[in-house]
């Protein structure tokens, strides 16, 4: 079955610089991966996704995210932060073949600081 | 707009009362799904249906019924509410039963049980 994990509880970073959340999952076939960002108190909103193709994908609000095959990783980047940004941030998977339902981490929320 | 529509937004209960959480797509969606998110934890999966008339359940079932008798509805039924259901309940839709469009969420319900 496959599975996520999200290292990082909280993050925080100040406002212009970079950031980077780690993700990575456990899937024996090819993944479907996902970003979602969920602001407080609204539902989830989906950042990018990938398939296949080109490993770096780019997502809305100027996120990034690269997949890593060797390293089972899915890792979201943006290279300056705004404070609009803080919420917190969920990667999953899934399968690619048949049915399939997505497995969520548990999420990492980023904090922003002026 | 078109989207998930999740009712009610905030409910408190007292331990043993039932209650219904609607949830309502308008997207012509085939498939729905439930999930709970507690700190933590993440979304995890509690039933979901891959068409009108059909459930199944998720990772976490126990406690909790749902019924899909209008495809754009989803309902998910608490019979004798326990304060380990306290948690904010999302729903989803997805177009297809494969992954490509990723899921469209609702905004939430944040339920509390006394």
């Known amino acids: 079955a496959q599975s996520v994990t999200q290292p990082d509880i909280h993050i925080t970073v100040s406002e212009g610089a970079s950031l980077e959340l780690r993700c990575n999952y456990s899937?024996?076939?090819?993944?479907?991966l996902f970003w979602y960002v969920q602001s407080p108190g609204q539902g989830l909103q989906l950042l990018l996704k990938?398939?296949?193709?080109?490993?770096l994908v780019q997502g809305i609000k100027g996120f990034e995210a690269e997949f890593k095959r060797s390293q089972s990783s899915f890792n979201l980047r943006k290279p300056s932060v705004h404070w609009s940004d803080a919420a917190e941030y969920f990667c999953?998977?899934?399968?690619?073949?048949?049915?399939?339902?997505?497995?969520f981490g548990t999420g990492t929320r980023l904090l922003v600081s002026p | 707009n078109a989207g998930v529509t999740q009712t009610p937004k905030f409910r408190v209960l007292k331990t043993g009362q039932s209650m219904t959480l609607l949830c309502a797509q308008d997207?012509?969606?085939?498939?729905m799904y439930w999930y709970r998110q507690d700190p933590g934890m993440g979304l995890r999966l509690i039933h979901y249906?891959?068409?009108?008339?059909?459930?199944a359940k998720g990772e976490v079932p126990d406690g909790y019924n749902v019924s899909r008798l209008k495809k754009q509805n989803f309902l998910l039924g608490l019979e004798s509410a326990a304060p380990s259901q306290t948690s904010v309940y999302f729903c989803?839709?997805?177009?297809?039963?494969?992954?490509?469009?990723?899921?469209?969420f609702g905004s939430g319900t944040r339920l509390t049980v006394v």
């Open positions: 989803a839709s997805s177009y297809s039963a494969r992954l490509n469009y990723g899921y469209t």
């Open positions: 899937y024996g076939a090819t993944p479907y």
């Open positions: 990938y398939f296949s193709g080109d490993t």
């Open positions: 999953a998977v899934g399968g690619d073949t048949g049915f399939q339902k997505l497995v």
């Open positions: 997207m012509n969606h085939e498939y």
């Open positions: 249906s891959v068409g009108e008339g059909t459930t």
